[in-house]
């Protein structure tokens, strides 16, 4: 009896467990347990292969009709409309026009802009077109540094096509993951590394770059940090370790962070900021209408039976502390992407974040 009992607890403990990766698996990938199961089922219930068996399946057809030579010939026929010799290969979506390709001002040289994103990879709904708007938003605002979250491969080859005015470094290239575009006429590369959160459940990490703008270091980083109400602690710790990168950085180097944090502001009161490093949007004076940047009542791309207005989406700055390093100070922020595409939907179920800092001694 004593075996049957056994075996009979060790096939709820398989079957409890399959339960648990079904569910993390909807979660992440956006999907119902259904698909969930079948997907795991077939990749002997490993999580990292199942997911990137999906997203391969899934998302990449998204962009075949994209990149068609039918649909390659239809957007050349409209080009022609005005351009009287358009390009055969390469559109460049976030070339400088003539306007903005001229000596900056001074005032400008002096400012640094970012936008941070997440811009939903992961729902393939008009996803192409998504694509397109996130481009249009970076040639209106032409930021120098572009933090992007829940990307995948086919997303990352359709920006690398369109934007090669910047520089993309990527966090993973498989599944989902973070990236940076880096405008290549005024931010200068130095080395990126990818750091691993040691107990992320949902393939997390932390993208961060060493960089030169006009002279003067950045250290740049991006995350997605842990997802849902229940993954409290495994994002408080994330967190720290991005504070500690943060803290620890050199004194002649200015730290900025941008992302998809999921945080609650009561988990940010318990893991505490260090002093050296500043909430932009509550430097800025917790301006209202930035405040949400996850709102479902606002944002229609999700169909949720429930309204949820929380500010997921945040930037945070360290500013160099070495004397006659020049102060990096935020000075301008607003959400971008609040404007519905010709598909009927947003570029993203997340507003995107704009923010500018001024840059002088």
């Avoid at 290239?173 to 006429?185: C, I, P, Q």
């Amino acid at each position: 009896m004593a075996s049957t009992s056994n075996s009979e607890s060790a096939s709820t403990t398989v079957e409890e467990n399959r339960i648990r990766l079904c569910e993390e698996f909807a979660t992440i990938a956006e999907t119902d347990v259904a698909v969930a199961q079948r997907y795991l089922a077939n990749n002997e219930w490993e999580m990292e292969r199942a997911l990137n068996s999906f997203f391969d399946t899934e998302m990449e057809k998204v962009f075949e009709v994209e990149n068609s030579p039918e649909n390659e010939t239809c957007h050349q026929t409209k080009r022609q409309k005005v351009e009287a010799n358009p390009p055969a290969v390469c559109i460049d979506l976030t070339e400088d026009s003539p306007a903005s390709s001229d000596k900056p001002s001074e005032d400008d040289d002096r400012k640094l802009s970012l936008i941070t994103w997440n811009v939903d990879g992961l729902d393939t709904d008009n996803l192409a077109e998504r694509a397109r708007g996130l481009c249009s938003f970076i040639v209106l605002y032409t930021p120098d540094v572009v933090f992007l979250q829940e990307l995948i491969p086919p997303y990352v080859q359709y920006l690398k096509k369109r934007a090669v005015s910047y520089l993309i470094i990527e966090g993973g290239d498989e599944g989902y993951f973070t990236g940076m575009m880096l405008k290549k006429t005024r931010v200068k590369l130095l080395e990126s590394e990818v750091v691993a959160y040691p107990t992320t459940q949902m393939m997390r990490n932390l993208l961060v770059a060493q960089v030169d703008f006009r002279g003067q270091k950045l250290c740049v980083m991006t995350s997605h940090l842990e997802s849902c109400k229940g993954h409290a602690e495994e994002r408080m710790k994330q967190l720290r370790l991005v504070m500690q990168r943060m803290r620890d950085a050199p004194e002649d180097v200015t730290v900025l962070f941008g992302g998809d944090t999921n945080l609650r502001d009561t988990e940010v009161t318990k893991v505490g900021l260090p002093p050296s490093v500043c909430d932009v949007w509550e430097r800025l004076g917790k301006q209202e209408h930035c405040r949400y940047t996850w709102d479902t009542k606002a944002n229609s791309n999700k169909s949720v039976p429930f309204v949820s207005r929380c500010r997921f989406d945040r930037i945070y700055l360290r500013p160099a502390t070495e004397g006659g390093v020049p102060c990096v100070a935020p000075d301008h922020m607003a959400l971008v992407g609040l404007e519905k595409l010709d598909c009927g939907r947003y570029t993203s179920d997340h507003w995107g974040i704009y923010c500018s800092f001024s840059v002088g001694l």
